[in-house]
Structures are given as structure tokens and as C-alpha cells.
């Protein structure tokens, strides 16, 4: 039953990933960059902290306590994933939600499946498995076999792409997504999806953190919020430069006091944007706790939000007007990505 329990909360926090940027689609007169960080507030400082606030009991002391070399890790691969989260806001802007997720995403699975494996390999650590015994064990070889086919599917989305691309013209991928560029976006949706995956790493970092938190009278499900005030600091740290430099650079600091602008629905729907995506991990770390594989969950977590994004953009019309060919060229790739993920939950529930 608990594992029951802790896939049904994956499951809305995979919803809640894969809706997030759908109210950023309503925002109005305002460039990228304001809108990407002032919905980032919420996401990663002020919901957060709210959230540890309301289930973690002197959360605040727990992170002042905590081992130093924690609290760096911890931040430090918030600030990675912050490369990866900003990276994955332009991968939705230049893909559209369902090639950009499938893309990020099944990049996400693949490398937050093997790098923990590289680095057990490089150090050695009791129970878990290096790069090396993967070879040697079946769900080791399920592992890689995940991956590969990870990489299909992420080609063939990527084919599909290429049709709608050609196509198309401007203004009927415009339509769908306003900023359409296949190259640029597979660009950052690679970069995206491989530093993205270090948030499970950061996750792992903070444990001590959690373990703490249950020690004082927190409730297991909720053990993880206080990890993520630590790690999700990283996460602005990165976004927040970049979105200054922009601001800076395009001249939109403005954006945020133009009344020319519709702002109180501009604040509304970037709040209502990073509430949600926050609600991904708040999730998360629920269905982590029941399911008490961290692999597995990050595996389980990507497949959801792979279906949903999908569904969302196929509602949206980003696929509208290609031919037959292509959407069943997008829905195969789809498909195989959702086996990797598939592939790779099975050997890592192996190990």
C-alpha cells in the first residue's frame, strides 16, 4: 500500500511539472526573463520556505546546524540544476511544452541514472554500484539498456521535429509556439536535461538534513522540505544572475512597474506558475519517502511528466497542421522514452 501511496504522489507532482508553464503562456508585454524569475521567487525561495515553515519544526536550525560540507554540496547542486532549470524554461520557449519535455526529460533519465554510477565508481561507497558493476548485474544491463533506448526515443522526437520544421510554415508554428527554433532548442533542451538531473543528486546531498528533521518529530513524508530551502537557494542563485544580465541587456527591467502592461494578472499568473511548479518536488519528496528508492522515484517522477507535458501539448496545437507521419513520428518517440524510463525504474528496483 505504501508504494501504492508513493506513486500516486508522483503522480501529482508529475502533473504539477508538467502544467507549470502553462501559465506562463498568459502573461502578457513582458520579456522572457522577467517573467522566468519572477515566477522563480516562488518556485525556489518563497513557496519553499513556506512549505519547510508549515512540516519541518525549526527548519531554519536544522540548516544552521548542519555540517558544512553538506550545506556545499547541497547548494552546490542546486546551483547546477539551476543551469539546467533556466536552461529548460528556453527549451519550453524555443520547443514548445511536448518536444521540449521529451527531449530535456529523456536526457534527465539517462544521466540521472549513470552519473551516480560513475561517481560510486570513482568513490566506492557500501551498497551501491559503480559504472563497472553495472556490466555485471542484470539490472545494471537494464539500467544501460534504459538509457540507450532512452536516446532513441530521444532521436526520434528529435526526427519528428525536423518534419514539423519543414513542414510548416512561420506562422502555423508560431501559432503553437510563438519563438519556434528546432536547433537552439534542442540545443539548451540537452543541456537542460542533463544538468537537470543533478536536483536528485542535491536531494541525496541533504539527507543528513532530512534524517534530522525526523529525529525532531517531522513527519517522513514531509522530510525532504527542509533539503529543499538549501538546494532550491542554488537554483535562484544561478536563475537570478542570468536574469538580471538579461534585464540589463534588453532593457526590461521596466517590466515590472509597467503599468502599459496588465501586471496584476502578470503577478498573478507567474505566483500561480511557480506555486505550482514547486508543487512537483513538495510531491516528490512525499512519494521518495514511501517508495524509499531515490532512483526509482526521480525514473517514475520523469515518466509523468513526460505524459503530462504531452497531453498539454497536444491540447495547446503545437503539433497542429503536421501530417500524420509526423505525429505518429512524435507519439513513437514519446513512446520509447516512456519505455527507458520504464527500463530503467525496473533495473534500478533490481539493484
Not at 15 to 26: D, H, I, N, T
Not at 59 to 66: C, D, H, L, T
Not at 146 to 163: D, T
Request: proline share 2%; with cysteine.
Amino acid at each position: 500500500m505504501g508504494a501504492f501511496i508513493g506513486v500516486i504522489f508522483h503522480f501529482i507532482g508529475g502533473f504539477a511539472s508538467g502544467s507549470f508553464y502553462v501559465p506562463f503562456r498568459k502573461v502578457k508585454a513582458w520579456a522572457w526573463e522577467s517573467a522566468w524569475i519572477m515566477g522563480g521567487l516562488f518556485s525556489w525561495l518563497i513557496v519553499p520556505f513556506l512549505a519547510a515553515a508549515l512540516t519541518v519544526p525549526d527548519f531554519m536550525g536544522i540548516i544552521r546546524q548542519a555540517d558544512g560540507t553538506t550545506l556545499f554540496w547541497t547548494y552546490f547542486f542546486g546551483l547546477l540544476w539551476g543551469v539546467g532549470g533556466l536552461t529548460f524554461g528556453l527549451a519550453m520557449r524555443y520547443l514548445g511544452m511536448s518536444l521540449g519535455m521529451s527531449v530535456a526529460l529523456g536526457f534527465c533519465s539517462a544521466f540521472g541514472a549513470l552519473v551516480p554510477s560513475i561517481y560510486y565508481e570513482i568513490s566506492p561507497q557500501a551498497g551501491k554500484l559503480g559504472i563497472g558493476d553495472l556490466f555485471g548485474s542484470t539490472g545494471g544491463q537494464l539500467i544501460l539498456l534504459g538509457v540507450a533506448v532512452c536516446l532513441a526515443g530521444i532521436a526520434i522526437c528529435g526526427r519528428a521535429g525536423m518534419r514539423k520544421e519543414k513542414e510548416l510554415d512561420d506562422a502555423t508554428k508560431k501559432e503553437g509556439v510563438a519563438e519556434f527554433n528546432l536547433v537552439l532548442g534542442l540545443i539548451v533542451a540537452t543541456i537542460s536535461g542533463i544538468l537537470s538531473a543533478c536536483f536528485n543528486f542535491g536531494i541525496e546531498a541533504g539527507k543528513d538534513m532530512a534524517g534530522t528533521a525526523v529525529s525532531l518529530g517531522t513527519h517522513p513524508l514531509f522530510q525532504n522540505n527542509v533539503t529543499f530551502v538549501v538546494l532550491l537557494w542554488g537554483g535562484l542563485t544561478t536563475n537570478f544572475i542570468w536574469c538580471m544580465i538579461l534585464n540589463a541587456k534588453n532593457k526590461s527591467f521596466g517590466n515590472y512597474t509597467d503599468r502599459k502592461t496588465p501586471l496584476l494578472q502578470n503577478y498573478g499568473w507567474v505566483a500561480l506558475a511557480g506555486t505550482t511548479w514547486f508543487l512537483q518536488f513538495f510531491f516528490y519528496g512525499m512519494g521518495e519517502s514511501k517508495l524509499g528508492n531515490g532512483a526509482s522515484s526521480w525514473i517514475l517522477h520523469m515518466a509523468f511528466i513526460i505524459l503530462v507535458s504531452n497531453a498539454w501539448g497536444l491540447l495547446l496545437k503545437e503539433w497542429k497542421g503536421v501530417s500524420r507521419r509526423t505525429m505518429a513520428t512524435i507519439l513513437t518517440g514519446i513512446a520509447v522514452i516512456l519505455l527507458s524510463v520504464v527500463l530503467v525504474g525496473w533495473g534500478n528496483s533490481m539493484n
